[in-house]
Nanobody, 120 residues
Framework: VQLVESGGGLVQPGGSLRLSCVAS????????VGWFRQAPGKEREFVAV????????DYADSVKGRFIVFRNNAKNTVYLQMSSLKPEDTAVYYC??????????????WGQGTQLTVSS
């Protein structure tokens, strides 16, 4: 499975943005997909995950109520809809395919990342 993220950019505080993660390969539907982020000088951290069917999701406390993760298996795409963005959301965002987990080690496939900068 190969993953490609897109949709990052510069957004003002309070703004919204949607990230996309497009997967190649026929087995995409066999994997949960997680979103992680990594800010400069910090470890990669869990953001959200969506199950194989899309029926189950989990969020980090820092984004709960502001971010929504969902997927369209027919399009091999997972989305991260972000709203009420804060400067502390600034990071490189990665999608990853693997198990339903908050742990980096549970994911076998990773995208290259897309930069989100929240600043006025």
């Amino acid at each position: 499975v190969q993953l490609v993220e897109s949709g990052g950019g510069l957004v003002q505080p309070g703004g919204s943005l949607r990230l996309s993660c497009v997967a190649s390969g026929p087995t995409f539907g066999r994997y949960a997909v997680g979103w992680f982020r990594q800010a400069p000088g910090k470890e990669r951290e869990f953001v959200a995950v969506v199950s194989l069917s899309g029926g189950s999701t989990d969020y980090a406390d820092s984004v709960k109520g502001r971010f929504i993760v969902f997927r369209n298996n027919a399009k091999n795409t997972v989305y991260l809809q972000m709203s009420s963005l804060k400067p502390e959301d600034t990071a490189v965002y990665y999608c990853a395919a693997g198990g339903v987990s908050r742990l980096v080690s549970a994911y076998d496939y990773w995208g290259q990342g897309t930069q989100l900068t929240v600043s006025s």
